[in-house]
């Protein structure tokens, strides 16, 4: 098993647990957490892209750690207003809740 | 993975100017940031107006070439660079983008102001730093060519929109805020994705170069099921527009027009960038009929229950999740076979769709809420007297659900009729049938509403007045979508400019 | 010819634009019979048979030929007669605005459907004299107003819906020849669709006419709302069904089996209408039953020429209008005339007698002589006997709705309807017959006045009062139905289960926007979108 294989497959892990959280873990502070680790999966794999490069003699595609920086810093911000919002939502209904009181007509 | 050379593309004359679509709002929101919110509404007047001259440009620069903007960011060419590129239909979306936005700013010029002497709300800066924002990404989505570049362009994108959901303040409107965040979020995750899985197969993302060398292999398919996906959560299509309803609803008048009017139409055209330009030899139109599908369940659910609703700003809202279904049929009509008259149909009637869905919705959102405003609340019960009250804010209404119900003359009818045409053409009765179906439920909920708006006032109702220029506004916007209708119907030769065979 | 075409259509929706502005709003209100009148500039078309044609940039074109200017003649006059009589009616009431604003839109589209040249303009034109009647019928808000109100807009949306999918159809079929109509209906024989054409046709404007089993609108929504509104629904926008079926059935290819099923569909409509009718205790429920089956007896007409392959069919069954437009118009406007515990003077119901047995073909009215125009389409034989026996029902039909008159204790909203206003349309509908008489048939109109054709005539109608008289004497009680019978009832069926049809897709739709549906279903389709293609290709 190569490296490269299994941080391929610890990346799809962390997709695939995140996924499963995302949606079945009602509470929008774990479906947060859920994001988050999504990310992380997206981002590991972007780190094995990196390494395949690395065989054309580099010591490592640089584009894809470019992307990654980024991919971080957007995935900061989301979770940044993300924060603020439940916090918001605490403050204003007492419950960070994002089902829907049966608003239905 | 080599890759043989593309030909490679220089900047064009004016190219810079996409440039400038993209960086003068962001500096404007700088700027915005710096000074603080007393000169907030003269930096976005000032920033907007140079945006309509900049799109006003671009559209007549590429409708004069008959070719591309194309612009090539420092010099440095794909894969490692980013261009910058303009065809037909981002010039198109440039100006109507520039357009709403300005109308959207003028229209909610009063609600933000600033008054002197008063100490600064940081609710109206957050509106106007949010719509700069918008600007800057929508012109980000309509021109850029690196699917990254892309990526960022869709999370500033919700980011703006994300505020304005929420300004209004009250749990139901940050619930709504939330949700929509969470969802977007999963949305570009998956999008993120399977950009990660092209930059592994083909080693760039340059759009161009992708579609160059584009193989079915299994990377390709899953990258371009996990990119659709993502990008479906962020277009609310039916049965994810779990966040649009209440977040539509929920922001004021103005933002409401804006994110039904554009927002989730910048996700919709990265969607057809990307099957129409960067896999086009991937799309079988048979393997598109699940969107297709997905389309007419949102045209005939998002029709019924809007229908349904009692309150006016949930129908138009509701009413968005069906015509966004419309758009869908697109990727099943348009044969693969280029220079089809079908495919120009198909492709025309899905963009005038597109475009007269942008300007009736807003002229609906922002006629809706000068409602609200009039009468205190949006119980579609109880709506009577407006049409004496408001005259022009019930025309505007019904100018913009002419548009909406298909009927002629107005974009909306052209829309129709041209996607109709290729549906028929083409045999897909079953989707024939759901477009008129649809028109026929727009009918009926637009005019539930009209008749209402039309009746006598309850006895002992207030009513407020709301200044003529806001109606006008409203007017204005819906009458757009009316005028559209008087293009012929045949297929808009702008609308190919600089795309890819 | 040209400018008139144009400002028929332009100046109604001005005056409804100008509706927006509160100072100007009575004197519109009180403009209203003057709303119609560019339609007279083409009342000479309606004898000289001419044909001209306009296209305006954007493909948008204009035609007037026969039977368009017929129909547009006889409705122009019945639209400024109503126009004045409502206008009358309006006067001093609060909401008259909004009265006009429906009554200009639905003008603008009743006169410019009958010259439109184009699917589009058609297409246009005809919601517009479709659709705006819901805000005349459900004008005075009542329970029954509304319901009417929404079933006639139910109708007309839908037959919006139907004519539709016929016309691109059509323009498919004819795909790269433009869209005028007679571009398209040229292409129209050699379509693959030709068939589904044809059904949509007779389908959508058989909504608008009430071809049975589509009638059940009918009946209500002419028993709801004000009656000078109702005079020129029932009047002139019927006719844009009528002129539908003339603009979208081919012309020069004869097609004996869609123009014998037309022809059977129509007669059934004229003889269910005539029996059925007799059910009605309402004089204007009666009066619905009466333009089912004189709407039939048109669209069987045209189907009889279809069947033969006669274009001249178009003309004689838009002569044959002429008289019900004006004549059912003004019917209604007597009902509106009858004022309140005052008995109708007899002069007034002979003379309503005498019109409304025209539709029987009472010799000497008008509408003997559109049945005279009529006869060489529509044939001799079976058919022959068949238009006969509708006939027959007319006239008894036509007897039981005078009793109903006479017996009738109107209500006091109706009663500011000047009597002029129906004498005026039942003149004008008699002068017109008997002037276009020749120019449409090409015989004198002597022809009415020999004795042999005054015998043939006078048949029907003996029969009919006998059997009238016959009834009467028996003097058994009349089965009752409630209006619009069976297809009313259909309909309310339709209308009771829909909510729970709504409903259930409004539970859907909150089902699946709860978040763990909607993400599931979003991983979902992201496997399907994937396994889909990769189905596709091999390996």
Do not use: Q
């Given at each position: 098993m190569t490296a490269a294989l299994l941080f391929w497959l610890a990346g799809s892990g962390l997709i695939g647990l995140a996924v499963y959280g995302l949606i079945v873990n009602p509470h929008p502070l774990c479906k947060l957490l859920a994001l988050n680790l999504l990310g992380s999966g997206v981002f590991l794999l972007f780190g094995v892209i990196a390494r395949r490069g690395a065989a054309a003699g580099l010591g490592g595609d640089p584009v894809p750690q470019a992307l990654v920086i980024t991919g971080i810093v957007v995935a900061f911000s989301a979770t940044a207003i993300a924060v603020g919002l439940l916090l918001r939502l605490h403050g204003e209904a007492g419950v960070a809740s994002i089902d829907e009181e049966d608003d239905a007509p | 993975m080599p890759l043989e050379a593309l030909p490679v593309t220089d900047s064009t004359a004016g190219g810079a100017l996409l440039v400038l679509a993209i960086v003068m709002p962001a500096v404007a929101l700088v700027a915005l940031l710096g000074l603080g919110g007393r000169g907030a509404r003269t930096i976005v007047a000032a920033a907007l107006l140079v945006q309509l001259l900049v799109a006003a440009r671009v559209a007549l620069l590429v409708a004069g070439t008959q070719a591309p903007l194309v612009y090539v960011v420092g010099g440095f060419h794909p894969p490692l660079g980013i261009t910058l590129r303009a065809d037909g239909i981002s010039a198109l979306m440039m100006v109507v983008s520039a357009v709403i936005l300005a109308a959207a700013a003028a229209f909610a010029w009063k609600d933000f102001a600033q008054p002197r002497g008063k100490p600064e709300a940081r609710l109206s800066l957050i509106f106007w730093s949010a719509l700069l924002a918008m600007t800057s990404a929508l012109n980000l989505l309509f021109t850029s060519t690196d699917l990254f570049n892309l990526y960022v362009g869709l999370e500033l994108l919700t980011f703006a929109a994300i505020p304005v959901v929420a300004i209004k303040g009250g749990a139901e409107t940050v619930r709504a805020a939330l949700r929509y965040l969470l969802f977007a979020v999963f949305g570009s995750m998956l999008y993120l994705l399977g950009i990660v899985l092209i930059y592994g197969a083909?080693?760039?993302?340059a759009t161009a170069e992708i579609a160059a060398h584009v193989t079915p292999n299994a990377a390709t398919l899953a990258a371009a099921g996990f990119v659709t996906v993502g990008l479906l959560a962020k277009t609310a299509l039916f049965p994810f527009h779990l966040w649009l309803p209440p977040a539509h609803a929920g922001a004021p008048a103005a933002g409401s027009a804006v994110l039904s009017a554009l927002v989730v139409k910048g996700s919709l055209f990265l969607l057809m960038r990307l099957w129409f330009d960067t896999f086009p030899t991937l799309r079988a139109p048979d393997d598109m009929q699940l969107l297709a599908l997905l389309g007419a369940l949102a045209v005939i659910i998002g029709s019924i229950t809007a229908l349904r609703q009692q309150r006016l700003k949930l129908l138009v809202a509701y009413s968005t999740v069906a015509q966004i279904g419309y758009m869908f049929f697109v990727f099943t009509l348009v044969p693969t076979d280029a220079g089809d008259v079908i495919a120009g149909t198909a492709w025309t009637g899905a963009w005038l769709q597109v475009v007269a869905h942008a300007f009736a919705k807003a002229g609906m959102f922002l006629a809706a809420g000068l409602v609200a405003e009039i009468l205190g609340h949006d119980r579609i019960r109880e709506l009577g007297g407006l049409s004496a009250k408001a005259p022009l804010v019930v025309l505007a209404f019904a100018i913009s659900g002419l548009s909406l119900m298909g009927l002629p003359p107005s974009g909306g009818f052209s829309a129709k009729f041209m996607l109709l045409v290729a549906a028929l053409a083409e045999g897909h009765w079953l989707w024939a049938i759901v477009i008129i179906a649809g028109g026929v439920l727009a009918g009926a909920y637009v005019f539930g509403v009209l008749s209402r708006m039309m009746a006598a006032p309850a006895a002992g109702v207030e009513l407020a007045t709301v200044g003529r220029g806001r109606q006008l506004i409203a007017l204005g916007l819906a009458l757009v979508a009316l005028l559209m209708g008087l293009l012929p119907l045949s297929p808009i030769a702008f609308l190919t400019i600089g795309r890819l065979p | 010819m040209i400018p008139g075409m144009l400002a028929m259509i332009v100046l109604p929706l001005a005056m409804a634009l100008l509706l927006l502005w509160a100072p100007l709003r009575p004197w519109i209100v009180r403009a209203l019979g003057l709303a119609p009148v560019p339609g007279l500039l083409l009342l000479p078309a309606a004898w000289d048979g001419g044909y001209s044609s306009v296209t305006l940039q954007g493909g948008w074109s204009y035609v007037l030929d026969q039977p368009g200017a017929l129909l547009l003649a006889a409705s122009t006059l019945l639209w400024i007669i109503g126009g004045f009589a409502a206008s009358r009616w309006l006067a001093?009431?609060?909401d008259q605005a909004r009265f006009a604003l429906w009554w200009l839109l639905t003008l603008s589209g009743s006169l410019g459907v009958f010259v439109a040249g184009d699917v589009v303009s058609f297409y246009a034109l005809y919601a517009l004299a479709s659709i705006p009647a819901y805000g005349l019928i459900v004008f005075a808000g009542g329970e029954d107003d509304l319901r009417a109100g929404r079933m006639t807009l139910a109708a007309a949306l839908i037959g919006e819906g139907l004519i539709l999918a016929a016309f691109v159809l059509l323009a498919v079929s004819a795909m790269g020849q433009g869209l005028a109509i007679a571009a398209v209906m040229n292409a129209l024989p050699q379509s693959p669709y030709a068939t589904i054409i044809l059904i949509l046709v007779v389908a959508g404007f058989g909504l608008k006419i009430g071809l049975v089993p589509l009638h059940g609108w009918m009946p209500l929504s002419y028993s709801a709302g004000p009656l000078a509104a109702t005079a020129v629904l029932s009047g002139a926008t019927s006719k844009a069904g009528i002129i539908g079926l003339i603009r979208f059935l081919p012309h020069d290819t004869a097609m004996p089996l869609a123009g014998g099923l037309i022809l059977t569909a129509g007669l059934f409509s004229a003889l269910y209408g005539a029996v059925l009718g007799l059910t009605q205790n309402n004089p204007r429920s009666v009066l619905a039953y009466s333009s089912v089956s004189q709407l039939g007896q048109m669209a069987a007409v045209l189907g009889a020429g279809l069947a033969a392959g006669m274009p001249g069919a178009d003309s004689v069954v838009a002569y044959y209008a002429v008289y019900h437009v004006l004549t059912k118009g003004g019917l209604f406007l007597l009902l509106g005339a009858q004022a309140e515990g005052r008995v109708t003077p007899t002069w007034q119901l002979v003379l309503a007698g005498v019109m409304a047995l025209g539709f029987a073909?009472?010799?000497?009215t008008g509408g003997a002589l559109g049945k005279l125009a009529f006869k060489d389409v529509a044939g001799g034989g079976a058919t022959g006997l068949l238009f006969a026996l509708a006939a027959v029902g007319s006239t008894v039909l036509m007897l039981h709705f005078l009793t109903l008159v006479r017996r009738a204790t109107p209500?006091?909203?109706?009663?500011?309807?000047?009597?002029a206003a129906w004498v005026g349309a039942v003149t004008a509908a008699t002068v017109l017959q008997w002037s276009l008489f020749s120019a449409v048939t090409?015989?004198?109109?002597?022809?009415?006045?020999?004795p042999g054709v005054i015998f043939e005539l006078l048949l029907p109608v003996v029969v009919g009062a006998l059997i009238a008289w016959a009834l009467a004497a028996t003097d058994r009680k009349r089965p009752q139905l409630p209006p619009g019978d069976i297809s009313a009832h259909a309909a309310g069926f339709i209308e009771r289960a829909s909510p729970r049809l709504a409903g259930l897709a409004t539970r859907l739709e909150t089902e699946m926007r709860r978040w763990p549906v909607s993400s599931l279903a979003l991983v979902v389709t992201l496997i399907v979108l994937v396994a889909m293609q990769a189905l596709r290709v091999p390996g």
């Open positions: - | 083909y080693g760039t993302l | 001093g009431r609060r073909g009472l010799p000497l209500s006091a909203d109706r009663a500011s309807i000047s009597a090409g015989v004198s109109a002597a022809y009415a006045l020999k």
